[in-house]
């Protein structure tokens, strides 16, 4: 069986936000004194598993776990283990922002988690501070090293990039994850959640400008390499890593969308830039362990795909959910 939208799309990729809380506040993410759902709205470890079977019955092949922060849910290392047994997933893999690793990657590596994405924007302790609203830059450096020697593959650093911000670290992050053999993202601002802010309505840098900064130090060669996500990705001449660009201002990237996300309290969110969604909770809750019944929900709901987003440049909120809601 397999997923297919509306738009002829095969979809083989869920993005599973497994909390929406977090140990940090990064200021395009979060308020500095976010509202958390409360508990009971929350898909449980079991509930979790049941999509993720669910989704790879249905022919997904790679399953991100996202959040807020992945790492503050407890007992995640088992629900790791639990999904990693499934049949038929390539690639299982996560997203966190680096803070816990020193403990977890080592039982995250002998779960089966197979690939590791960390957030890192800045190279400055005191500016990671602020981004972070009260993260500590040492203890997410020490998580890369402890995933690397947890012998994770292809570790890849996320950069959101924002003018005013680390717009004059974009070399220096390179350089650094050239010394740390990893692969690193820049990632454009996405409109999502209102925040106490004017900020965003100045601060966009486009993957082009973070380009074109790099393009000063190091010589870019494009590939036409694909990880399954929405990156184009390039690489140097005199390095193995690969510098990827996520776009969804300037490089719209919906033409070749193979994903799909489901939020912490269960919606099935079609598209990151659209609010439709469908109820997988409800349907978990009434009808425990029907596993039949939520792959049909799921099928059904491919064709309310809509074929792209619509993040315009600039400020203007469009949606509502912060990206920690929805998982990032
Ligand atoms: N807490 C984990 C972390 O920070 O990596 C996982 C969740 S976080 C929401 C996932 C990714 O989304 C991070 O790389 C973060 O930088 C990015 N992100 C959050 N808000 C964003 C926004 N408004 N625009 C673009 N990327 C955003
Ligand atoms: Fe937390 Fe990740 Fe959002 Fe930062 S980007 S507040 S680390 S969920």
């Known amino acids: 069986m397999s997923l297919t939208d509306g738009f002829g799309r095969k979809i083989d990729y869920l993005r599973l936000s497994v909390t929406d809380r977090c140990d940090f506040r990064c200021i395009y993410c979060m308020d500095e004194a976010p509202v958390f759902l409360p508990r009971a709205e929350v898909l449980t470890l079991e509930e979790l598993q049941q999509i993720a079977q669910a989704f790879?019955?249905?022919?997904?092949?790679?399953?991100?776990?996202?959040?807020?922060?992945?790492?503050?849910?407890?007992?995640?290392?088992?629900?790791?283990?639990?999904?990693?047994?499934?049949?038929?997933?390539?690639?299982?893999?996560?997203?966190?922002?680096?803070?816990r690793l020193t403990k977890f990657a080592q039982p995250l590596a002998e779960a089966g988690l197979m690939r590791l994405n960390i957030s890192l924007d800045t190279l400055d302790p005191q500016r990671f501070e602020a981004t972070t609203r009260n993260g500590k830059l040492e203890r997410v450096l020490?998580?890369?090293?402890?995933?690397?020697?947890?012998?994770?593959?292809?570790?890849?650093?996320?950069?959101?990039?924002i003018k005013g911000n680390n717009?004059?670290?974009?070399?220096?992050?390179?350089?650094?994850?050239?010394?740390?053999?990893?692969?690193?993202?820049?990632?454009?601002?996405?409109?999502?959640?209102?925040?106490?802010?004017?900020?965003?309505?100045?601060?966009?840098?486009?993957?082009?400008?973070?380009?074109?900064?790099?393009?000063?130090?190091?010589?870019?060669?494009?590939?036409?390499e694909n990880t399954g996500g929405p990156a184009r990705y390039y690489r140097m001449?005199?390095?193995?890593?690969?510098?990827g660009f996520i776009s969804p201002h300037s490089h719209n990237f919906c033409g070749?969308?193979?994903?799909?996300?489901?939020?912490?309290?269960?919606?099935?969110?079609?598209?990151?830039?659209?609010?439709?969604?469908?109820?997988?909770?409800?349907?978990?809750r009434k009808y425990p362990n029907d596993i039949e019944r939520l792959k049909q929900v799921i099928v059904d709901a491919m064709g309310a795909k809509p074929e792209k987003h619509h993040f315009s440049t600039g400020a203007e909120t469009q949606?509502?959910?912060?990206?920690?809601?929805?998982?990032g």
């Open 56 to 99: 790879t019955e249905l022919g997904v092949r790679k399953i991100r776990l996202t959040g807020g922060e992945p790492l503050v849910k407890s007992d995640l290392v088992s629900l790791v283990a639990n999904i990693a047994k499934l049949p038929g997933l390539d690639d299982l893999c996560m997203t966190t922002n680096g803070s």
């Open 142 to 161: 020490a998580g890369i090293d402890a995933a690397q020697a947890a012998g994770f593959k292809r570790v890849k650093l996320n950069a959101v990039a």
């Open 167 to 224: 717009d004059d670290e974009i070399v220096d992050l390179v350089h650094y994850a050239r010394e740390q053999g990893v692969d690193i993202t820049f990632i454009e601002e996405m409109p999502l959640g209102v925040l106490n802010t004017d900020r965003r309505d100045h601060s966009l840098l486009t993957s082009d400008e973070v380009k074109a900064q790099l393009e000063t130090a190091f010589n870019l060669i494009g590939t036409n």
């Open 237 to 243: 001449d005199d390095s193995d890593i690969r510098i």
């Open 256 to 284: 070749d969308c193979n994903r799909v996300r489901v939020t912490t309290t269960g919606e099935l969110l079609l598209c990151l830039g659209n609010e439709n969604s469908v109820d997988l909770r409800l349907i978990l």
């Open 319 to 327: 949606i509502l959910r912060f990206m920690s809601h929805t998982g």
